[in-house]
């Protein structure tokens, strides 16, 4: 099939602002998990009768790491200079990436949806992103960055995401969220505050606009929690068992900076492109899926196999099979 009014290439200077931004958005990514590793502070306090070094936590827990010894002066000394600097470019590198931002905007580098971009953003913000995959259509947002092109909407018109939730992972998150004192809907409406659960459907959480969210999650196998509510709060969302979830969560992945049309950047996290493209060919040859989307399904397949023959395949020898 013909693909080629389907794919746009980026102008030179798109493509030019979109690897001069994601370099500044890698690095800042970096600075800021260096920088959360010296959040809090040390100081000295009298302790029973001996000048002690304490560490303070983010949230306000504090510890003794001895009385004042040589070894603590120096371990004072070298945390406080280490967090001035962290901090310093964290700063610094933030204020470059709002820059990028503004450039992405003029030149018109982004279209991922600013309520998905906003999305990642509040979940890597909570520390759980690295427990959910974006998957289906909006995936192709993140393909068509790494290529450097457009697709057409033909292929991409939508109004949900899928987010599909680890439940390996399931202990991890469920730490985060107590640390939080969080629920999952709550992330979410950090990106949108309209957002809110959808009493008969309680995987979809839906804004003002129509938009959804529907967290889905493999078949239950293993030692997996089944049925899973993502919290303990009283109106949250329950995570939906699809079939190729098991398929989806166990294969490879692909990250990939996204930006949206005013140029907020985040890491989309979603599979590997020949695991969607078999994923979604299975899906257009099944009888059981629902006959007005097996012509997308089939035609997004095709796409992303033009995408990984054209652009991606010289990227990832060692998992072009």
């Known amino acids: ?81 280490r967090k001035a600097q962290l901090e310093q470019r964290y700063k610094s590198l933030s204020i470059k990436l709002e820059e990028m931002r503004k450039l992405n905007k003029v030149y018109g580098v982004g279209r991922t949806p600013q309520v998905v971009v906003s999305l990642l953003q509040a979940m890597e913000k909570a520390g759980i992103a690295e427990q959910f995959q974006t998957v289906g259509t909006h995936a192709l947002y993140a393909y068509e960055s790494a290529c450097g092109v457009r697709v057409g909407t033909e292929a991409l018109a939508t109004r949900d995401v899928d987010l599909l939730y680890d439940t390996r992972q399931h202990v991890s998150f469920v730490t985060t969220m107590n640390r939080l004192d969080a629920s999952l809907i709550s992330v979410f409406q950090k990106a949108d505050k309209t957002f809110r659960v959808r009493k008969e459907q309680l995987q979809t959480a839906v804004n003002d606009d129509g938009f959804e969210i529907d967290v889905i999650r493999r078949i239950a196998m293993d030692n997996d929690p089944h049925p899973l509510p993502m919290s303990g709060a009283e109106e949250d969302l329950w995570a939906a068992q699809v079939g190729s979830g098991n398929q989806l969560v166990s294969g490879r992945r692909h990250e990939q900076m996204v930006v949206s049309p005013r140029g ?52 990832h020898q060692d998992t072009a099979v």
């Not at 006959?291 to 196999?305: G, I, M, S, T």
Request: glycine share 4%.
């Open 1 to 81: 099939m013909a693909l080629t009014h389907l794919i746009t290439e980026n102008s030179e200077n798109q493509l030019r602002q979109y690897t001069d931004a994601s370099a500044v958005f890698e690095a800042h990514r970096r600075a800021a998990k260096e920088a959360s590793a010296v959040r809090g502070s040390m100081f000295w306090r009298d302790l029973r009768g001996a000048r002690t070094l304490i560490r303070t936590s983010a949230a306000g827990a504090q510890h003794s790491l001895g009385k004042e010894s040589e070894q603590t002066r120096a371990m004072y000394a070298s945390f406080m200079e």
């Open 264 to 315: 907020d950047m985040a890491l989309m996290r979603t599979v590997h492109p020949l695991d969607f493209i078999r994923v979604k060919a299975a899906l257009a040859a099944s009888v059981d899926r629902d006959p007005l989307k097996r012509p997308k399904d089939r035609l997004q397949a095709q796409v992303v196999q033009r995408l990984w023959d054209e652009y991606l395949r010289h990227r």
